[in-house]
Each structure stands twice: as C-alpha cells, then as structure tokens.
C-alpha cells in the first residue's frame, strides 16, 4: 500500500518537477565553514534532493527516467 503512494504520485511529476528543477541549485556554499543549521534541515537544494530520491524509490520502474528528464541534474539513488 506504501508503494502505491508513490506510483500514483509519478502522473504529477509534470507538475511538481519543473519547480524542483528550478530550485535545486540552491544550495549553501559554505567553502571550510561549518554549518550549524543543518540540524534545521534548512538548505532548500539538499531537501528537494531527497525528495527526489523518494520519488525514485516509491515511484515504481519508471520513476528514474521521468525524474531524470525533467531534472537533468539528478542522479539516480539506487542500485541496479
């Protein structure tokens, strides 16, 4: 039933993708700084990143291919 969740969110990756794409790249540069907020899970890039994974993970067969084309910067989690 978990897993059902997931195959039925992938007809609205259409939707939900194009604004991940948009801010992935948002993420923190901090060079040798350390950061002390990531307790807060506050670095936006990093988020949309896992949730990118738990797409892949729940989103059944095809879930890679369609997260891959509407965000070409990802990469996939799991091992094939």
Do not use: W
């Not at 039925?8 to 939707?15: E, F």
């Not at 901090?30 to 899970?41: A, N, P, S, T, V």
């Not at 965000?71 to 989690?77: C, I, L, R």
Request: proline share 4%; with cysteine; aromatic share 12%.
């Amino acid at each position: 039933e978990e897993n059902m969740v997931g195959q039925a969110l992938v007809s609205y990756y259409q939707r939900i993708l194009p604004i991940l794409n948009i801010f992935i790249r948002q993420n923190d540069n901090l060079g040798d700084r350390i950061d002390y907020g990531q307790y807060k899970r506050c670095n936006l890039g990093e988020l949309i990143m896992e949730t990118l994974e738990v797409f892949e993970r729940y989103g059944g067969p095809h879930a890679f291919i369609n997260i891959k084309y509407l965000v070409p910067v990802y990469e996939s989690v799991i091992i094939r």
